[in-house]
């Protein structure tokens, strides 16, 4: 097991070190011209997982890549469930809520936390794209498992020297995700039943108004409670949070690419009052929708 604290000195969290068979991690806080100019990392490792593993959090806004190695894995995110075995390539914003967990003993995955230049763009581009999750085949899981070695290499120092050729690292996975032929369409799907399917879409479609779980549940021809459990369970949270988070993403969207004002915003969104909006929108992001704004303007 080994832990590197790189220019940043930090502790592994003993959640991970304790559930985890095989730990290799490095850190980083880039300032000046390197967190500026470049893509810079702020956690870069390499871990096997035991069975108890279990990641559920939201943190500050940096990009997260996750390759699968071997084993299999499951997250959660953004109101889906998808399966990471090996050639899996996960790739999502850590500020939103997210769970990851291994289904047995023994995954084993490569990952880089990031930041800088154009990430959220990124992020944005890879999810219209082909979602938080991408299948790829071997030579593109060897491409991006070796730039993750690279970096883990060129980050096993006390002070980081090269974050111009770590920058170009982060850019090579980044396009060789993008640009990638998946391997396996299907098994890049969530793991939802077609009824769960039905429900989900029920509640986008009708995400400007109110939707009861009795609606809901009639859709799907199930009784209120077993929708409701079911639905639960394939998604990670009940339907009402699920509405809530559609339109939290939906005003994220606006926020960042419109000029109308909050209010505006929470009308379109199908919220019934600013004071709604603004209450649901912190408690899901940390912070309210004009702090959000702000951060992206700067």
């Known amino acids: 097991m080994k ?18 068979s095989y730990i290799r991690r490095n850190s980083d806080i880039a300032v000046g011209p390197a967190a500026e100019l470049f893509f810079h990392m702020q956690y870069v490792g390499h871990y096997v997982c035991r069975k108890s593993f279990h990641i ?30 090996r050639g899996a390539c996960m790739f999502i914003e850590a500020g939103r809520p997210h769970e990851y967990f291994p289904v047995s003993d023994g995954w084993e995955f490569k990952f880089i936390h990031f930041r800088g230049c154009m990430t959220p763009e990124y992020l944005g581009y890879a999810a219209s794209r082909f979602g938080p999750v991408r299948w790829l085949g071997e030579a593109g899981t060897e491409r991006i ?31 060789a995700l993008l640009s990638a032929s998946a391997a396996d369409p299907g098994a890049g799907e969530q793991l939802i039943s077609p009824a769960m399917a039905r429900a989900a879409q029920f509640i986008r479609r009708n995400s400007g108004r109110s939707v009861s779980t009795g609606e809901i549940a009639a859709e799907v021809n199930m009784s209120r ?4 459990k079911l639905f639960k369970t394939t998604y990670g949270i009940p ?14 969207s606006l926020l960042v690419t419109t000029s109308l004002s909050v209010t ?31 951060s992206y303007r700067v």
């Open 3 to 20: 832990n590197n604290p790189g220019s940043g000195s930090f502790d592994l969290p003993s959640a991970e070190a304790e559930n985890c």
């Open 56 to 85: 559920r959090r939201q943190i500050d806004p940096t990009a997260i890549l996750l390759l699968t190695l071997s084993g299999e894995g499951v997250l959660l995110y953004d109101g889906g469930r998808y399966r990471l075995g």
């Open 145 to 175: 498992d070796s730039l993750l070695s690279r970096v883990l290499e060129k980050t096993e120092c006390d002070i980081i020297d090269d974050y111009p050729g770590i920058s170009g690292d982060i850019y090579s996975m980044i396009i």
């Open 225 to 228: 409670p077993h929708m409701s």
């Open 239 to 252: 339907p009402h949070e699920y509405l809530n988070s559609y339109r939290v993403s939906a005003a994220k």
């Open 264 to 294: 505006e915003i929470a009308e379109r969104t199908g919220f019934r009052d600013l004071f709604s909006f603004s209450r649901i929108f912190r408690r899901i992001t940390g912070i309210s929708p004009t702090e959000y704004r702000e």
